[in-house]
């Protein structure tokens, strides 16, 4: 895409809405992200994200008004809520609203929200595919995993940062004491 200061004025002039997909700029960008998820390295499952108010925000702020400093960091949280992301989520909502799994004993043994950390963009895509973030089990029991979000700050359960993108997964995860559930999240812009 060779066209960012005709995106920038679209985004500028309000020309865009959010989709079930993503996105949709101009009426044929599409900006959309995935979430992909295995336990022990099989069962490999995908699922669209949503990308809330305050992430685009964000992104615009960053990308295409150049108003917002860019943030170094993010990481990704799975939730246990059921529950369907909405526009109106923020990081400051997002534990509280998703139920963030947040416990060390019944949960994950992970101190804080592992690092997304993606490799380079390749033909519109960004994403961590290549190094998925690992949580490690701890439980008495199971653990049900509903989604995933991917927020700027590393605190378990913070509520502080920008949420960019969270998903409910189209079928819930139930993972056991041992387990390593694996996450990777892409974000891509398109020709729609």
């Given at each position: 895409?060779?066209?960012?200061?005709?995106?920038?004025?679209?985004?500028?002039?309000g020309?865009?809405?959010?989709?079930?997909?993503?996105?949709?700029?101009?009426?044929?960008?599409?900006?959309?992200?995935?979430?992909?998820h295995?336990?022990?390295?099989?069962?490999?499952?995908?699922?669209?994200?949503?990308i809330?108010?305050e992430?685009?925000?964000?992104?615009?702020?960053?990308?295409?008004?150049?108003?917002?400093?860019?943030?170094?960091?993010?990481f990704?949280?799975?939730?246990?809520?059921?529950?369907?992301?909405?526009?109106?989520?923020?990081?400051?909502?997002?534990?509280?609203?998703?139920?963030?799994?947040?416990?060390?004993?019944?949960?994950?043994?992970?101190v804080?929200?592992?690092?997304?950390?993606?490799?380079?963009?390749?033909?519109?895509?960004?994403?961590?595919?290549?190094?998925?973030?690992?949580f490690?089990?701890?439980?008495?029991?199971?653990?049900?995993?509903?989604?995933?979000?991917?927020?700027?700050?590393?605190?378990?359960?913070?509520?502080?940062?920008?949420?960019?993108?969270?998903?409910?997964?189209?079928?819930v995860?139930?993972?056991?004491?041992?387990?390593a559930?694996?996450?990777?999240?892409?974000?891509?812009?398109?020709?729609?």
């Open positions: 895409m060779n066209h960012l200061k005709d995106i920038r004025q679209f985004v500028r002039n020309d865009y809405v959010a989709t079930p997909e993503g996105v949709l700029i101009h009426g044929c960008i599409l900006g959309r992200g995935f979430y992909t295995s336990v022990n390295g099989k069962d490999v499952r995908r699922d669209h994200n949503l809330p108010t992430g685009v925000t964000y992104v615009i702020g960053v990308a295409w008004l150049a108003a917002t400093a860019k943030l170094a960091s993010w990704l949280a799975p939730y246990s809520g059921n529950v369907d992301p909405a526009a109106n989520w923020t990081a400051a909502n997002f534990a509280s609203l998703a139920t963030e799994i947040v416990s060390t004993t019944e949960g994950f043994s992970n804080t929200r592992p690092a997304w950390t993606p490799g380079a963009i390749t033909a519109g895509v960004l994403g961590n595919l290549a190094a998925k973030a690992v490690n089990v701890v439980c008495t029991t199971n653990v049900n995993i509903a989604g995933a979000g991917l927020l700027s700050v590393n605190t378990r359960g913070g509520t502080t940062g920008v949420l960019s993108s969270a998903s409910r997964f189209s079928s995860r139930a993972v056991y004491n041992g387990d559930f694996e996450l990777g999240y892409e974000v891509e812009l398109q020709d729609s």
